[in-house]
């Protein structure tokens, strides 16, 4: 065998293994295409099984509603009816009242409920003398400070000086 005929096998060889390397990645990669085409499927699954049991939902607190709606308006027409035969045939005036009318505490809340309106609630007061405004009052202004006074009795300037605690040789430059 001469020099060219062994390049030609390297490259023949190299362009097969290039070729099985090739065609493995490419079937990893279409399986994991399938993977995803399955799970999106299955999401989408998912997702319309959620819809239809969210309108199950709706349809079964709708259906309630009606029924509770229906039950009240038979409960309102049996007091009503028991009321009417009870003013009837009843001799008992307790058992008369107790009926057809409100117990007392219904009546006092019903009263409260009539005099009490919105117009009658008051916003909170502010309980600061007049000629100062108060301090919910729109030109209301803080209280201006001053700064603490130093009453030392030296001239150096006392505790709150700028130089206060630095020793002058430090910042003084030295002479040779």
């Not at 999106?40 to 309630?64: G, I, M």
């Not at 709150?160 to 020793?167: M, P, S, T, V, Y």
Request: proline share 4%; with cysteine.
């Amino acid at each position: 065998m001469n020099f060219a005929d062994i390049q030609w096998f390297y490259l023949l060889t190299s362009f097969l293994v290039g070729g099985a390397i090739g065609a493995l990645v490419y079937r990893r990669m279409n399986t994991s295409a399938v993977q995803n085409t399955k799970i999106r499927h299955q999401l989408t699954e998912r997702e319309l099984e959620l819809n239809q049991v969210r309108e199950s939902l709706n349809d079964h607190f709708s259906r309630t509603a009606n029924s509770i709606s229906s039950l009240s308006k038979q409960l309102q027409n049996m007091e009503n009816q028991l009321a009417t035969d009870a003013s009837q045939l009843c001799s008992d005036e307790g058992i008369v009242k107790r009926l057809t009318g409100k117990s007392e505490d219904q009546k006092m809340l019903d009263q409260a409920a009539e005099q009490w309106t919105a117009n009658d609630y008051q916003p909170p007061r502010d309980y600061a003398s007049n000629k100062e405004g108060g301090t919910l009052s729109e030109n209301f202004q803080q209280p201006s400070f001053e700064p603490p006074r130093d009453y030392a009795a030296d001239k150096s300037g006392g505790t709150l000086a700028e130089d206060f605690g630095l020793k002058p040789e430090v910042f003084e430059p030295k002479t040779k």
